[in-house]
């Protein structure tokens, strides 16, 4: 059964900071990998998916690496607002579409 | 802009009452997916479609049946709600072609907050 697991839990950063989010799976074989955001009782909102033949992708400020080999996948965000602070999720698509949840990253950037 | 509707933002039900959570998509997407949402546990998934009037069984299916009658409309039944239903509830959808890992972005609605009193 596929397992995704994402750390840290919680992170605080001061404004202007570059952070990474980590993400890693335990079954390679995916079809792709999304980052999400959720803001607090809101649903999910699509950052970037990347193709199990892919190795990375970027949407202005935020870049997205796989490596699926190894079953692990970052998500770099550059110069950190705080308009970034909000939970940070990734996924997998596996066999039969589904898609397997980490249990997120919850990121506060400060002034 | 693509769009994934929740009936309810939030909706309050009594211990035995059977629930409705309605989701509609408008993107002509084959695959429609109800998760529940809950601190410390992520994302879990009760049911799933492929295609009008499938369905198949998430990793938490106890307790619920779903619906799908049209393409666009996927129903959350909860036959006689419990307390530890209470939760949010998130409906997604994305298009065919997961075979080819082609086009698959996931699309979710605004999330229904359930309360069983």
């Known amino acids: 059964k596929q397992e995704v697991t994402q750390i840290p839990a919680a992170l605080s950063v001061p404004e202007g900071e570059n952070l990474v989010l980590n993400c890693s799976f335990t079954?390679?074989?995916?079809?792709?990998l999304q980052w999400f955001r959720q803001d607090p009782g809101k649903g999910l909102t699509s950052l970037l998916l990347i193709q199990s033949s892919q190795r990375e992708q970027t949407s202005g400020r935020l870049n997205a690496s796989l490596d699926k080999s190894s079953g692990r996948s970052t998500l770099y965000i550059a110069a950190s607002q705080p308009g970034d602070s909000a939970t940070y999720l990734c996924?997998?698509?596996?066999?039969?579409?589904?898609?397997?949840f980490g249990t997120g990253t919850r990121l506060q950037v400060t002034l | 802009d693509v769009k994934v509707t929740q009936s309810s933002r939030y909706l309050v039900k009594r211990t035995g009452e059977k629930v409705f959570l309605e989701c509609v998509q408008d993107?002509?997407?084959?695959?429609m997916f109800w998760y529940r949402q809950d601190p410390g546990l992520g994302l879990r998934l009760i049911y799933f479609?492929?295609?009008?009037?499938?369905?198949e069984k998430g990793d938490i299916p106890e307790g619920y049946s779903v619906s799908r009658e049209k393409k666009e409309r996927f129903s959350l039944i909860l036959e006689s709600a419990s307390t530890n239903q209470t939760s949010m509830y998130l409906c997604?959808?994305?298009?065919?072609?997961?075979?080819?890992?082609?086009?698959?972005?996931?699309?979710f609605g605004q999330g229904t907050r359930l309360t069983v009193v």
């Open positions: 996924a997998v698509t596996g066999t039969a579409s589904k898609l397997t």
């Open positions: 993107m002509d997407h084959e695959n």
């Open positions: 479609s492929y295609d009008v009037k499938m369905k």
């Open positions: 997604a959808s994305t298009p065919l072609n997961r075979s080819r890992g082609w086009d698959t972005e996931a699309f």
């Open positions: 079954d390679s074989a995916i079809y792709n």
